[in-house]
């Protein structure tokens, strides 16, 4: 914490990056984490017990110390075992990858999410350090004064365990296994797939491993005793990967409590077209990079099979069988898995054609109104989906985006895009920079409003307003509404089995059905308005083709006299 600017205007931070009143912002974020409806005395009350402190841009927050790479665990300096949560600004975390000797980014942190020694609560932590990526500021508490807080408050304790599994399961996937190539796009929607297993002692890897593809997290595995291995493949260490679609060894078991993270069999083919790299990556374990042992010994896995070693230490029992958390897209219930002969390519998201040749040029850019004045942002992602193909319903982005009466912000349209398999990039550029973009993007406009640009073309630029329609604006006019932020979507494999929304009258039925006898009624009385409407031609018709003919005068009187009565009955309805 030493990096940590704790006085701001002794440092020149704007006054606009910090809340003047930090107690009261904290308790805000603090508010909108329990979830629930807490006494505001309470709250402030528990606000009291963090320590603020501001920060600007490349400042180190934290900074676990470095553990060697024959560790399974984390040793933490005293001086940091405290939970931070952001209150304002970015904080990127670090990771450490041992393949590439280099930090790699692991996550970015944003207002109301948290890191720190919550990590600890769980046996196993994996390094990390987190480095200003804004200016603003965090609140930090020590774990000795958390801890009876949060018995007073499971729903927050809930969350914190949950952010920090989903933080540790990042660093793992990206510091030790060969999803490291994966962007955090793609990443975030492959957690959701992935379960967390524990084995005993053992126990066979068989019957645990046949249900899909495995990394191993902790752990060690061996043959049983007096026994030789019927596999000449090695056992796998920390970060190595076997299972579907390759077969299991079965003589392999746990010689200590292991525990894996784990891709079910029916989630395969969803799995690969997020993540292409498993289709390529099926060697049970991996072979490469055998040079550094990674069970803790320096050995290599071939000759580790029955050393006795330092117990790794078991997971923690809430997190036995434990899902992933933060999910951006719900798998599928069911999934048909991919044979290892059949073909693992996957159709990529095109631009849907319409229209005519002559009329391809307009109408291939859709527009979709918006519903209401806070509606822009939803209209806006249901104006590219569909550009892509994708029909996606206007209430259902609405939650996904968290619109509300002042409309969306970028950060919610971004989740929401990721969430239908877009990656989405929040920037801050001029036009000449994003010109050359062949995909639509939204772009902020006039401070409160958001339109789609389709295409920037000399000294026009196609936009399509939710509240307006399509138009083709000048550069200069583009320039003058536009706040120079926008959000860049680019399409990605994950778009392609997304699900459009369906159109159906379904709704309406259930909205009519309780009102059933109402519109019998209508329908009956319709109906007998249409008999009588017959009436007048009809009589007119026989007066002039029977009654006069024949001059009947006695006819022509009745038929006269019925005449009248309906007109009558006719104008009085």
Sequence with gaps: MKNIIRDSAEHGLPPSAINPDPASNLSVVLQSLTLDSVDPKLNYEFSQSFDLDHFQLGDKILAYTKPELSQDSVEIEQDHQYLYLVCQGRVRLL????????????????EGETFGAYDLLGSLSYPYRAIAASSGQVARISLNQLLPWLERLPKWSEILGQQAQHRQCLIFFK??????????????????????????????????????????????????????????????????????????????????????????????Q?????????????????????????????????????????????????????????????????????????????????????????????????????????DCGAACLAMIGQYWGKRFALNSLRELAGVGRSGSSLKGLSKAAE?????????RASLGRLADRSNPWIAHWEGDHYIVVYQVKGNKVLVADPAVGKRSLPR????????????????????????????????????????????????????????????????TQIILDRVIINRSLVTLNVFSIGLIIFGIWTIGV
């Excluded at 990771?95 to 942190?109: H, N, P, Y």
């Excluded at 002969?341 to 527009?367: C, M, N, T, V």
Aim: proline share 10%; with cysteine; net charge neutral.
């Design 476 to 539: 200069k006019d583009f320039l003058q509404g536009w706040t120079g932020y926008a959000m860049l979507l680019d399409p990605t494999p994950q778009l392609a089995i997304t699900p459009s929304d369906k159109r159906s009258l379904g709704p309406f039925w259930g909205l009519l059905w309780p009102h059933r006898s109402v519109l019998l009624q209508i329908i009956l009385a319709t109906l007998i308005l249409q008999v009588f409407g017959l009436i007048t031609p009809l009589f």
């Design 270 to 374: 969803a799995a690969c077209a997020i993540a292409p790299v498993l289709a390529n990556s099926t060697d049970s374990p991996d072979q490469e990079n055998r040079q550094t042992a990674k069970n803790g010994d320096g050995k290599s896995p071939s000759h580790q099979r029955l050393v006795n070693k330092t117990h790794t230490p078991s997971p923690h029992p809430n997190q036995t069988r434990a899902r992933p958390t933060r999910r951006v897209l719900e798998p599928p219930k069911q999934q048909t898995p991919l044979e290892p002969s059949q073909s693992e390519s996957f159709d990529f998201p095109k631009p849907a054609k319409q229209g005519w040749r002559f009329l391809r040029f307009w109408q291939r850019y859709p527009f979709i109104e918006q519903q209401a004045s806070s």
């Design 175 to 268: 510091t030790l296994t060969k999803l490291r190539t994966l962007n955090g796009v793609s990443l975030n929607q492959l957690l959701p797939y992935i379960i967390e297993t524990r084995i005993e002692a053992g126990e066979s890897l068989v019957s645990s491993s046949q249900a899909g593809h495995c990394w191993l997290r902790s752990g060690q595995m061996a043959t049983p005793e007096g026994t030789e291995a019927n596999s000449s493949a090695p056992f796998p260490s920390i970060g190595d990967s076997w299972g579907y679609p390759m077969p299991v060894p079965t003589d392999w078991i746990a010689q200590t409590d292991v525990l894996l993270y784990q891709l079910p069999q029916e989630h395969w």
């Design 95 to 110: 990771g450490f990858d041992a393949e590439k000797q280099r930090e790699v980014s692991i996550q970015v942190l944003e």
């Design 419 to 427: 969430s239908l398999g877009f990656q989405a990039s929040p920037v």
